[in-house]
C-alpha cells in the first residue's frame, strides 16, 4: 500500500546490524533476554506515566509480557502491554543507535583480526534490540503508544533498510515478531519454538523482572492427553528486597547484566538495607570493565532509583557522585513520593544522606576486594577514582588508601602511598612524585637523576588528573607530596651542604653572568645538586604549574 514507506538505517546502525546478521556473538539466546528487557523497560515507563500523568487513559490494571510460538510460521513473538511507541520514535530509536562510544567500537571492532576480542567487546557494549537478528532473518515490530489512536508496523531483514507502515488496528503497546533462522547447533542456534528452550532461556536470564512473563504451554494430562494452559515463567522477585541468603550469586548476575546493561559478570555485588527513619534497600554492583563512555559527558551516571518496587528513574545521579559514576545498580527508598524529580532529589536532605551512606559503603567494599580483582579494579576505574580526591574532601582519607601509583621501585608493581612510607630511608621527609605523559619520558627526565642517585624512590604519575589531585591534597599521613620537577629539593647531608657553599661562591661570578645572559627566558640560574650526568636543567618554582598541567590547562582553553 502507499502508506509503507521504506527507509535506512543510520549508517552505524546498519554496520552494527551486519555484525549481527552475521553473529559474530556466540551466545544467541540472549537476545530474548534484551526483548524482555526492553518491554519490561515499557511496562516500567507505562506504570509511570500514568502515575504522573492522570489524563492518560489506559488501563494498568494487568500490565504483563506474553511469549508466544508457532511451531508451523517458525516465529516467536514477544508482547507487552507498555508504553510502546509512535511513529517517530520507532524511526528515531530503532533505525539508529543513540548509545555513546558506537563509532568507537565499529572502528576497533573493524581494526581487530581477533575474533574473541571483538565478540568479549560486543559483549560490552550490548547490542540491545539489534540482538534479534542473530537468531531471526526477518523481525516484525508493531506499536502503538499509550495515549495514542494509531499505531505503526516496522519490519526489516537486517540488511540496510526497514519498512515503516502505519496502522490502524494495533493494540497498545509493542508487539515484536521473530521470523527463526533455522535451528543450526554447530551455530549456537537453539530451537525456540521449542517450550523448554524459551523456559529455560527466561529462568536463567530474566527470572527477576518484575512483571510476569507468561506463555501458554502444553500440559501433559494423566490420560496421555495434553491441555493448554497459560504459566507465569519467572518469579518476579524483586531480588534487593530479599536477604542475601536468599539469592544465589548466578541470581545477581543475571541482575547485574539487566540494570547495567552489560554482558560481562560483576567484579563486586553490594547488598544493603537502611533502617531507621528513612528505611531504603541498595543493591549495587561494581563492573569489572570500563564502559566507553566513561569519559562521555552524555555518558550514563547513577544509579536506578525505585519507590517500594515502582520504577522512578535511570541514572539517578543524587545518589551516586560523580567520581563512582561506574557503579550500577538498584536503589529502592520507601518514603518517597513517586512524583518526585531530579532537582528536588538533589536538594533532599534524606536522599543525601543515604547517599553519604553509599559512598563510605563503596569505598570500604572497593578497600576489601581482593589483590587481583583492585588490580582489575585500579586498572580499569582508577583514573575516575582519583577525580574523587578533587570532588569529594570528606572522604579524602578512604580514597588515599585507594590509590596505586607507579613508582622507581618497582618496575612492574604499583605502589600503595602507605607502602611508600613504610619504604621511605631515614631523613627523608616528603613523598617525591614526578609526572609526564608516560613512565619513558619521567625516567629519562634529568629531574629524576640526583633521586636516583639518592635512592629516593619517585612515584610516577601519568593521567593528567594526577597533577591536579596532588596539588589538592598536599600531604598523605603528614608527609608533603614534592614534584621532583618543582622548587629547591632539599636532598643534601650537612657534609654536602658545607661543599655546596664552598662551589656557589667559587661560581657566584659565573651564575650572575649567566643570569644576566638569560634574563628574558629564566628567572634565576643556579648550581644544582639534582643533576649528576646531565650539564643543566629547567625547573619550575614551587608554585609554577608543571609542563603537563600547563598543557591540560591550555588545552581546556584556559
Ligand atoms: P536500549 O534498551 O539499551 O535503549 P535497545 O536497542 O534494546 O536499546 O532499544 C532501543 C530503544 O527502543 C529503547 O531504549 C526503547 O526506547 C525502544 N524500545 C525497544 N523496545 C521497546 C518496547 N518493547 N516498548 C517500547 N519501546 C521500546
Ligand atoms: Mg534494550
Given at each position: ?429 616528603e613523598?617525591y612524585y614526578a609526572t ?11 629531574h ?19 597533577e591536579?589531585?596532588v596539588e ?8 608533603t607530596l614534592r614534584s621532583v620537577a618543582k622548587g629547591q629539593v632539599d ?39 639534582r ?6 636543567c629547567v625547573v619550575g618554582d614551587a608554585h609554577d604549574m608543571t609542563p603537563t598541567l600547563e ?8
Open positions: 500500500s502507499d502508506r509503507v514507506e521504506t527507509l535506512e538505517f543510520q549508517a552505524e546502525a546498519r554496520q552494527l546490524l551486519q555484525l549481527m546478521v552475521h553473529s559474530i556473538y556466540s551466545n544467541k539466546d540472549v537476545f530474548l533476554r534484551e526483548l524482555i528487557s526492553n518491554a519490561s523497560d515499557a511496562l516500567d515507563k507505562l506504570r509511570l506515566e500514568s502515575l504522573v500523568d492522570k489524563d492518560l487513559q489506559v488501563d494498568t490494571a494487568d500490565l504483563h509480557i506474553e511469549l508466544e510460538i508457532d511451531k508451523d510460521a517458525r516465529t516467536l513473538t514477544v508482547r507487552d502491554n507498555g508504553i510502546g511507541m509512535s511513529r517517530d520514535e520507532v524511526v528515531g530509536l530503532i533505525g539508529t543507535i543513540a548509545k555513546s562510544g558506537t563509532a568507537e567500537l565499529l572502528r576497533t571492532l573493524r581494526e581487530s583480526k581477533d575474533a574473541a576480542a571483538s565478540q568479549e567487546l560486543i559483549g560490552q557494549f550490548g547490542v540491545g534490540f539489534y540482538a534479534t537478528f542473530m537468531v531471526a532473518d526477518k523481525v516484525t515490530l508493531l506499536t502503538r503508544r499509550a495515549g495514542q489512536s494509531g499505531g505503526t508496523r516496522w519490519e526489516s531483514t537486517g540488511e540496510g533498510t526497514y519498512q515503516v507502515e502505519a496502522v490502524d488496528d494495533a493494540p497498545q503497546g509493542t508487539t515484536v515478531t521473530l521470523h527463526l533462522k533455522p535451528a543450526d547447533a554447530e551455530d549456537n542456534l537453539h530451537d525456540y519454538t521449542a517450550e523448554w528452550t524459551i523456559r529455560e532461556i527466561v529462568k536463567r536470564y530474566s527470572d527477576f523482572i518484575a512483571w510476569p512473563i507468561r506463555m501458554t504451554v502444553d500440559k501433559p494430562g494423566e490420560d496421555g492427553t495434553t491441555t493448554r494452559e497459560e504459566q507465569t515463567l519467572n518469579s518476579m522477585k524483586a531480588l534487593w528486597a530479599r536477604s542475601r541468603d536468599e539469592v544465589d550469586e548466578a541470581e545477581y548476575k543475571e541482575f547485574y547484566r539487566h540494570v547495567a546493561r552489560d554482558w560481562a559478570d560483576p567484579l563486586e555485588t553490594i547488598h544493603m538495607r537502611g533502617e531507621g527513619t528513612f528505611e531504603y534497600e541498595a543493591l549495587l554492583f561494581v563492573p569489572s570493565h570500563a564502559p566507553l563512555d566513561l569519559f562521555s559527558p552524555q555518558g550514563h551516571r547513577g544509579v536506578q532509583l525505585y519507590v517500594k518496587r515502582v520504577f522512578i528513574m535511570d541514572d539517578c545521579d543524587a545518589l551516586m557522585p560523580n567520581y563512582l559514576r561506574f557503579v550500577k545498580g538498584v536503589v529502592d527508598a520507601h518514603d518517597l513520593s513517586l512524583n518526585i524529580s531530579r532537582e528536588i532529589l538533589q536538594q533532599d536532605r534524606q536522599i543525601r544522606a543515604v547517599r553519604r551512606r553509599l559512598v563510605k559503603k563503596v569505598l570500604a567494599t572497593l578497600k576489601d576486594l581482593s589483590a587481583e580483582a583492585y588490580r582489575t579494579f585500579w586498572s580499569e576505574f582508577g583514573p575516575v577514582v582519583k577525580e574523587g580526591l578533587l570532588e569529594d574532601p570528606d572522604n579524602t582519607e578512604a580514597l588515599l588508601d585507594l590509590v596505586r601509583a607507579a613508582s622507581t621501585h618497582d618496575p612492574a608493581e604499583l605502589t600503595t602511598l602507605r607502602d611508600y612510607v613504610e619504604r621511605m630511608k631515614d631523613g627523608q621527609t613523598i609526564g605523559e608516560n613512565r619513558a619520558t619521567i625516567e629519562n627526565s634529568p629524576l637523576e640526583a633521586f636516583r642517585a639518592k635512592g629516593y624512590e619517585v612515584l610516577i604519575l601519568t593521567d593528567p588528573v594526577d591536579v589531585w589538592r591534597v598536599g600531604a598523605y599521613d603528614g608527609k636532598l643534601e647531608t650537612d657534609e654536602e651542604k658545607e661543599r655546596a657553599e664552598a662551589e656557589r661562591q667559587e661560581y657566584a661570578d659565573l651564575l650572575s653572568w649567566m643570569s644576566g645572559a638569560l634574563t628574558d627566558s629564566v628567572k634565576e640560574v643556579r648550581l644544582s645538586t643533576l649528576t650526568t646531565s650539564p643543566a598543557k591540560m590547562y591550555r588545552a581546556m582553553g584556559q
